[in-house]
């Protein structure tokens, strides 16, 4: 069986792990190969945001080529309409990847974060892959080391000691090449990322007193609050995509910042970006 893998929405997190074990179990793992910004020109409605659409065209790049497709869960199985709950695929990656691509090869939906909670998932995929236990309980013990909390994001070419910070859903934030131009732009100014794993962003997130339920939500704030309270950050930017949902989640986490923030709309003039932070 051809299994197809995503290059984008957060591969480093859970991929690790999920290639090694389908591989254990004889599957054929197959990524996209085409160049990225091919991806970007997928057919979508005008509301698809450019991570989404990334998204989709590495879907309609890997399905003439595979028999399932490998979708993660971002949320980690936590469901809310609030926040980026209110865009359809931040909520539910899948379920909108099946209604924009009825006809793509069935999905395997995994957490996107391979903690130990992730075994069920893995027992459940890896029957319906090899229909054999023993196979499976081998395939997990040679890949089980791999199951560790993903650690902090590094973003190409950060400062040490950062004047800026860089927050954003981590979805997009660990997509760099979407929002080059805006690095380029920013970096300069001595731009950084907060220096913490997932989980415990998440867990600053909860303790900021926002409305945002979702996990994605809860890391982008948690980020944007760790980064604002650190000794010489004198600004934090907060990039979004254009969806309703997610500007209302930017502007709960500028509320609750000890320091300056700017909302970064992705595609929004760099320069722009650049000359508010600078004055801000």
């Known amino acids: 069986m051809r299994v ?35 991806a970007l020109e997928a057919d979508a409605p005008d509301w698809a945001t450019p991570p989404l659409r990334a998204v989709l ?30 865009c359809p695929w931040v909520r539910d990656l899948a379920a909108t990847l099946r ?20 075994l069920g998932v893995a027992v459940a995929l890896g029957a ?37 910070g860089l927050a954003a859903p981590p979805y997009l934030l660990e997509e760099p090449r979407l929002y080059a131009d805006l690095l380029d732009a920013l970096r300069p100014l001595g731009l950084g990322v ?17 409305r945002a339920v979702l996990p994605t939500d809860l890391e982008w704030a948690g980020a944007a609050h760790s980064l604002a309270r650190r000794r010489g950050v004198r600004a934090v930017v907060l990039l979004t995509d254009d969806c309703p949902g997610l500007l209302r989640v930017a502007r709960w986490i500028r509320e609750s910042l000890p320091a300056p923030a700017v909302i970064a709309v992705l595609g929004e003039d760099p320069a722009a970006v650049r000359a508010a932070v600078a004055t801000g």
Do not use: C, I, K, N
Request: aromatic content about 6%.
């Open 194 to 210: 907060a220096d913490r794993p997932p989980a415990l962003l998440r867990q600053e997130g909860r303790r900021m007193g926002t």
């Open 4 to 38: 197809g893998v995503l290059d984008t929405w957060l591969p480093r997190r859970y991929l690790p792990f999920w290639e090694a074990y389908l591989a254990e179990l004889g599957a054929g793992v197959v990524r996209p190969e085409a160049p990225f910004p091919a």
């Open 99 to 118: 209604e924009l691509r009825p006809a793509a090869p069935p999905f395997w939906v995994v957490p996107a974060e391979p903690t130990e909670g992730v």
């Open 57 to 86: 065209g590495r879907l309609d790049e890997l399905a003439p080529r595979v028999d399932r497709l490998l979708v993660p869960d971002a949320q980690l199985g936590v469901d809310a309409e609030r926040g980026g709950g209110q």
């Open 128 to 164: 319906e892959l090899a229909g054999s236990p023993p196979e499976v309980r081998r395939a997990l013990a040679r890949t089980r080391h791999l199951l560790t909390p993903p650690g902090p994001f590094a973003l190409p070419g950060a400062a040490p000691e950062p004047a800026v």
